[in-house]
């Protein structure tokens, strides 16, 4: 079935791609018929950039356990920072 | 026996006149020939899609596939291109209807057209072709697994204002409908809805679920494939089309 579902994200931070790094600003994740996965569905993440060409973005499209046990690594990467200072507003970049 | 077909990306004039990218295959055979309208899946304009487009060729259909992402991202590939679109929040269905409008237009002034053109989707094109179907003036329809056509007012959108089922008094041609028995939405459930409006609104249609398939049967490089239910499918569009597509 198709979802139609979409949730997209403001981000900060940086995506390497083909041509090489390039600065991201939006995250857009949906679960449904993938690109190329061999799967009737995927959990599908895919890391842009506004204006930028249409090229110019990373996506990866998982199984939905696979997209659970990833969603863990990155809360379980996180908590063992300690220091919630690291923790800013997106957007709020080099502010002091 | 000529059953050679030609078959290449092309430029037309879709909603508002807008320039966009589509695929055209054409027998090489004398005409003259119907046309059908192949929207293509939410994966986008992709190689397996051309792949349809060019079947119909070789069965003798003038075969034309819009790229209903082309707005998003001109000239990119296909999966960049769906990306984009989905990125911006997917197709609206009026944008779909003019682009498919003006493929209804480039079939019926090609010089070997008799006339009759259909249009069959796949997928979110199956949707699709059920808005179309009951907005344009085509000769017949296919949708194939359709999801949404009958949806909630929690499903709809600013993209997609109306359910198109609740479009279904406003239907001009005959609709076949094939369906996996398997598939969660479009599910049996669903299907059955379907068939009851156009029963009560004294509709012409045909449909067909079939037993062991889910979603996107037809589509042989995933694991979707169901060979029994795409064969029996593709022998329901020949013999409708070929009924409802034959010059007069």
């Known amino acids: 079935m198709c979802t139609y579902v979409t949730t997209t994200t403001e981000i900060e931070g940086s995506a390497l791609g083909p041509q090489g790094w390039f600065d991201v600003d939006h995250a857009v994740v949906y679960f449904d018929h993938p690109q190329d996965a061999a799967l009737e569905h995927a959990l ?10 249409p090229s110019t973005h990373v996506a990866v499209e998982l199984d939905a356990q696979s997209a659970r046990l990833l969603a863990r690594a990155i809360l ?3 908590d063992l920072v300690s220091d919630t200072a690291h923790d800013r507003p997106v957007g709020s970049k080099g502010a002091p | 026996m000529e059953d050679g077909m030609t078959a290449e990306s092309i430029t037309i004039q879709g909603h508002r006149g807008d320039d966009i990218e589509a695929y055209l295959a054409r027998p090489l055979a004398a005409g003259p020939f119907p046309g059908v309208v192949v929207i293509h899946h939410m994966p986008g304009f992709d190689r397996a899609t051309k792949e349809i487009v060019r079947t119909f060729a070789v069965y ?12 998003y991202a001109p ?4 999966g960049d291109a769906a990306a984009a679109a989905r990125a911006q929040g997917g197709v609206p269905d009026e944008q ?9 237009s480039h079939l019926r002034e090609l010089a070997d057209s008799n006339g009759k053109v259909g249009v069959i989707g796949y997928c979110s094109g199956g949707r699709q072709t059920y808005v179309v179907a009951c907005t344009l003036d085509v000769d017949a329809a296919v949708d194939c697994y359709g999801g949404r056509v009958v949806a909630s007012a929690e499903e709809l959108s600013p993209v997609h204002p109306v359910a198109p089922i609740d479009m279904t008094p406003q239907l001009r041609c ?5 369906f996996g028995a398997q598939d969660a939405n479009p599910s049996p459930v669903h299907v059955a809805r379907m068939e009851e409006k156009l029963r009560v609104h004294g509709k012409a249609y045909e449909f067909h679920s079939y037993e062991g ?9 995933r694991p979707s494939y169901r060979v029994e239910a795409a ?11 070929g009924r409802h597509l034959a010059g007069s």
Do not use: M, T
């Not at chain 2, 064969?231 to 089309?241: A, C, N, S």
């Open chain 2, 213 to 221: 398939a889910g979603h996107a049967f037809f589509s042989v490089d």
């Open chain 2, 60 to 71: 003798r259909y003038a075969a034309l596939c819009p790229n209903l992402f082309h707005r």
């Open chain 2, 75 to 78: 000239g990119a590939k296909a």
């Open chain 2, 96 to 104: 779909c209807v003019g682009d498919v409008a003006g493929a209804v």
């Open chain 1, 76 to 78: 379980e990467a996180l």
């Open chain 2, 174 to 178: 005959p609709l076949l409908g094939l």
């Open chain 1, 44 to 53: 599908s993440i895919d890391f842009r950039q506004r204006n930028a060409d």
């Open chain 2, 231 to 241: 064969k029996e499918g593709w022998k329901r569009i020949w013999e409708f089309f």
